[in-house]
């Protein structure tokens, strides 16, 4: 059974840092690039990714709003990516999801729309509040 599980979400002052991962499970992950969408209190999801990573690791993209602040990265042979978040602020503040595409689609393309993830997972919730 394909799966994406997100960890790492909690309560962080800002200024401070979290560190996401998403675990998968039941299809090879070096096929498939991952995007992290994130989705605000009283928001739809947003459609353009926080951040997008290629299979192999050797093309991100990042939204403008958390250049950078956020790193991607994955360890394929875990199984894993992760979304490092530095200097948090109140608006980064929402349900973090990691989502899959198929090798084929670009980092770019990803992250432009949600409508081309392939599967999703069921989020994490970020708060950052003093």
């Known amino acids: 059974q394909l799966q994406l599980v997100e960890s790492g979400g909690g309560l962080v002052q800002p200024g401070g840092s979290l560190k996401l991962s998403c675990t998968t499970s039941?299809?090879?992950?070096?096929?498939?690039?991952i995007g992290w969408f994130r989705q605000a209190p009283g928001k739809e999801r947003e459609r353009e990714g926080v951040?997008?990573?290629?299979?192999?690791?050797?093309?991100?993209d990042y939204a403008d709003s958390v250049k950078g602040r956020f790193t991607i990265s994955r360890d394929n042979d875990k199984n894993t990516v992760y979304l490092q978040m530095n200097d948090l602020k109140p608006e980064d503040t929402a349900i973090y999801y990691c989502?899959?595409?198929?090798?084929?689609?670009?980092?770019?393309?990803?992250?432009?729309?949600?409508?081309?993830?392939?599967?999703w997972g069921k989020g994490t919730l970020v708060t950052v509040s003093s």
């Open positions: 951040s997008c990573i290629s299979a192999s690791g050797g093309s991100s």
């Open positions: 039941g299809f090879t992950l070096n096929y498939y690039g």
């Open positions: 989502a899959a595409a198929h090798l084929r689609t670009t980092v770019q393309a990803m992250c432009a729309a949600n409508s081309r993830m392939d599967y």
